[in-house]
């Protein structure tokens, strides 16, 4: 991936020094002129840049932070360092059940699924999201498969794929994390080491898909041969 990383030059580095750092967490120390959601004191995080690259930022819209931020790349943006800057925009506010480690983490296993399902093609499948108008429970009665479940980025999807409507949520992992997934909204947990006939011949008992429609596409963490045969022509 390293070597991907480099070749594709996704962190556009022009020249050295260079401060890297993308998600991260901390205290707002100062904001400027024209922001109104945040003040000083604050605890904040801010997702990846892989959400938010392609904006453009106006200085007012900064806000200087004590820790971990990234809103662009930059050596000023970096989040590897004590202060860095942020567009407030893309700032939220961390619960307060939450530390500082737990909310930088939140959203980079937030990404791959919210953006492969809810944001318009090419980049996702273009479904609506929970969090805007109409998009709670709107795909009710509508089952998916999510490999990996008990994987950061599966325990999001589990999350979103609940907050949609979406059942049942059918998920492998290993089976010691059963009562974590169910606790999370999954509805039927598969072992991860079924033989790849075994597992879809088990989905296939599990779903009862209304006429003319089909299994939503599944979403893992690594690629899986077991997920293509639930895949239909046409289906978002």
Request: hydrophobic share 40%; glycine share 10%.
């Amino acid at each position: 991936m390293d070597v991907n990383i480099q070749k594709s030059g996704f962190f556009e580095i022009k020249g050295y020094p260079v401060i890297l750092g993308e998600e991260g967490a901390g205290v707002v120390l100062k904001v400027s002129d024209g922001v109104r959601n945040l003040a000083r004191g604050d605890n904040v995080f801010v997702p990846s840049i892989c959400l938010t690259r392609g904006v453009r930022y106006a200085c007012a819209e900064h806000v200087h932070l004590r820790r971990l931020f990234q809103a662009t790349f930059g050596n000023k943006y970096g989040s590897f360092q004590e202060h860095c800057l942020v567009l407030a925009e893309i700032a939220a506010k961390i619960p307060p059940n939450l530390s500082y480690e737990e909310a930088a983490s939140i959203l980079i296993a937030f990404a791959p699924f919210a953006v492969a399902t809810y944001a318009q093609r090419p980049q996702g499948i273009g479904l609506t999201p929970p969090f805007e108008e109409g998009g709670r429970d709107k795909y009710a009665g509508r089952p998916i498969v999510i490999f990996g479940g008990a994987a950061s980025v599966g325990q999001q999807a589990i999350q979103l794929a609940k907050l949609s409507g979406f059942s049942p949520i059918i998920t492998t992992a290993s089976l010691h994390n059963e009562d974590l997934l169910l606790s999370l909204g999954a509805t039927h947990i598969l072992d991860r080491k079924l033989p790849n006939a075994a597992l879809i011949k088990r989905v296939r008992e599990l779903v009862v898909a209304p006429r003319g429609t089909s299994l939503t596409r599944c979403l893992s963490k690594t690629p899986s041969k077991a997920a293509t045969p639930f895949w239909r022509p046409g289906v978002p």
